[in-house]
């Protein structure tokens, strides 16, 4: 089970922490990948960011140098700090996780997914 929190409403140019946080036998039994993506109206699911287990991490173009990802193995929890933000930003964020360790930026290889948080930019 994957539990995405952290959303709310940010003017442009703000900042919000997302956490994502892992549980169940799943999750203990792998050494799992993280995803980030996000879903607005009418637009299909982005990929934003990714994180190994071991901390190895990729970013796509629309978000480098604004968002960066880590986690907390210990305690089964992913973060995305997200700076900088854009009214473009604005969208569904949901958490991925995969049973293999590395990353990857397509959603299908995203075996468990989060309900979702609501990040609102304003102006």
């Known amino acids: 089970q994957l539990q995405a929190s952290g959303g709310g409403l940010v003017q442009t140019g703000g900042s919000l922490r997302l956490s994502c946080a892992a549980s169940?036998?799943?999750?203990?039994?792998?050494?799992?990948?993280m995803g980030w993506f996000r879903q607005a109206p009418g637009k299909e699911r982005a990929f934003l960011a990714a994180i190994s287990w071991s901390g190895r991490s990729t970013y796509a173009d629309s978000v480098k140098g604004r968002f960066t990802v880590s986690r907390d193995n210990a305690k089964n929890t992913v973060y995305l700090q997200m700076n900088s933000l854009k009214l473009e930003d604005t969208a569904v964020y949901l958490c991925a996780g995969r049973r293999v360790s590395e990353v990857s930026n397509w959603r299908y290889d995203y075996d468990y997914w989060g309900q979702g948080t609501q990040v609102t930019v304003s102006s």
């Open positions: 169940g036998r799943t999750f203990s039994n792998y050494n799992y990948a």
